[in-house]
């Protein structure tokens, strides 16, 4: 499965931004999908995740109520909607796709996008 992140910018606080992860050679709704991201100098962090069967999704606890995940399955394409930003959710956003529920270590994840750049500014 290859997996196309995009959707990344530069957004002032209390802002908003839509990240978009495109899936090809797989069909997202055969995985767990997640999103996670990894600010300069700390670890890769999962942001959300979410499995197609039953539709769970999980936040870590500093995005809940202002990030939502969500998938279109007839364009084999998952989103990350996020509001209200700050600057401290500046970082690289990674999309990835696995197999584990919940898995939140990114050893969770078998498929990864290359990426995209989220500035939020004060």
Known sequence: VQLQASGGGL?????SLRLSCAASG??????????????????????????????SSYYTDSVKGRFTISRDNDQNTMYLQMSTLKPADTAV?????????????TTHYRYWGQGTQV????
């Not at 957004?11 to 802002?15: C, H, P, Y």
């Not at 797989?26 to 069967?53: C, H, N, S, T």
């Not at 956003?93 to 270590?105: E, F, H, P, Q, R």
């Not at 500035?119 to 004060?122: A, N």
């Open 11 to 15: 957004v002032q606080a209390g802002g």
């Open 26 to 55: 797989g069909l997202l709704r055969d995985y767990v999908v997640g999103w996670f991201r990894q600010a300069p100098g700390k670890e890769r962090e999962i942001v959300a995740a979410k499995r197609w069967v039953g539709g």
């Open 93 to 105: 956003y990674y999309c990835a796709a696995g197999s584990v529920w919940l898995g939140v270590s």
């Open 119 to 122: 500035t939020v500014s004060s």
